[in-house]
């Protein structure tokens, strides 16, 4: 999707005064979701809000929901920043069952605590509607299956639908109310699922 990362990594570098704006503008965002939760957080609002115009709300955004894919790349740097040089088994040097397993499990966690920014941040201009971060799970899961040296299978496809496996059902199949009324144990359900299939999967 626009403006989100495809890959691990340091973003681009931008102008002084551009960075300056974002800065403000996610700030501003942050507590107005905070305040008045998603349905209050639009372009003009945030627009008013943070006393920049528009136009620089629209050239910095694109799209309401670029404000949220904007807002869930701060929050997926810090996974981001777990899985290259945290601690195993999400970090580096943990056998990659471990780590796909361990990635799972952190990922639903991080989509359960930001399920309405996750939901908001759905462009429906897309021809997939899936997370904003698909490219970048997709590439990790696909680097930890090669390692796991799984003969004649097609690690492109596999990767795809173990993504989709994380992202897609959570966002797109479980309501708002279905997640609040499961409470905590829906993180450990959807975990222990995440387990489940990956050690199927990975079974040689």
């Avoid at 627009?47 to 790349?73: N, P």
């Amino acid at each position: 999707m626009k403006g989100l990362p495809v890959s691990f990594g340091a973003p681009r570098p931008e102008r002084a005064d551009a960075a300056r704006n974002r800065v403000h503008l996610l700030a501003t965002a942050r507590q107005m979701l905070a305040e008045a939760g998603p349905d209050q957080l639009t372009m003009d609002a945030l627009a008013e809000r943070s006393g920049l115009g528009k136009g620089t709300v629209f050239r910095r955004f694109g799209t309401r929901a670029g404000i949220f894919q904007a807002l869930l790349d701060e929050i997926e740097r810090g996974l981001q920043e777990e899985v290259l040089s945290g601690p195993p088994p999400l970090g580096p040097g943990a056998p990659p069952i471990d780590r796909l397993v361990a990635y799972g499990r952190a990922r639903v966690r991080l989509l359960i605590e930001n399920t309405e920014i996750f939901r908001c941040a759905l462009d429906g201009r897309q021809p997939v509607p899936s997370s904003p971060q698909t490219p970048a799970s997709q590439m990790h899961i696909r680097m930890l299956l090669r390692q796991v040296s799984l003969d004649g299978a097609d690690l492109d496809l596999l990767a795809i639908q173990l993504t989709a496996a994380l992202d897609g059902p959570l966002l797109l199949y479980l309501s708002s109310d279905a997640l609040a009324s499961a409470g905590p144990q829906i993180e450990k359900s959807l975990g222990a699922a995440w387990q489940d299939l990956i050690e199927r999967v990975c079974r040689t």
